[in-house]
C-alpha cells in the first residue's frame, strides 16, 4: 500500500512556474513508477510525465514538453513536476500515482495509487 500526498499548488500568472512536490509513504518507492496527470473542469483526466523507479525513463505528453520536467528524489520517497511557462491551459487539479509494476506508463489505468490532488491556476 502506497499513500501520496500533493503539495505546491496555486495561483499564478501566465509565464510563472510552480513546482509541485508528492510524498509517498512506503518502503520500496524505488520500486515504483510515478506519474503526474491533471484534470481541468469538464475534461478528462489527462497524463502529464511519468518517470520510472530508478529515473532513467521519463515521458511527457506533447503538451508539457519542454516546459514541464518530472524527477524523483528516492531517498525522500518524493517526485516533482517542475513547471515553466505556464499557460492558462495549464490550470487543472494535478493529482501523482504510482504504478507498483514500475511501467512508467501514460495509461492511467496502470497506476493503481492516487494522491488527492493540488489545484493549480494560471491567470492571464
Known amino acids: 500500500q502506497v499513500q501520496l500526498v500533493e503539495s505546491g499548488g496555486g495561483l499564478v500568472q501566465a509565464g510563472g512556474s510552480l513546482r509541485l512536490s508528492c510524498a509517498a509513504s512506503g518502503r520500496t518507492f524505488t520500486n515504483y513508477a510515478m506519474g503526474w496527470f491533471r484534470q481541468a473542469p469538464g475534461k478528462e483526466r489527462e497524463f502529464v510525465a511519468a518517470i520510472s523507479g530508478s529515473g532513467g525513463s521519463i515521458y511527457y505528453a506533447d503538451s508539457v514538453k519542454g516546459r514541464f520536467a518530472i524527477s524523483r528524489d528516492n531517498a525522500k520517497n518524493t517526485v516533482y513536476l517542475r513547471m515553466n511557462s505556464l499557460k492558462p491551459e495549464d490550470t487543472a487539479v494535478y493529482s501523482c500515482?504510482?504504478?507498483?509494476?514500475?511501467?512508467?506508463?501514460?495509461?492511467?489505468?496502470?497506476?493503481?495509487?492516487w494522491g488527492q490532488g493540488t489545484q493549480v491556476t494560471v491567470s492571464s
Open positions: 500515482a504510482a504504478d507498483r509494476w514500475n511501467r512508467a506508463t501514460m495509461n492511467e489505468r496502470m497506476y493503481a495509487y
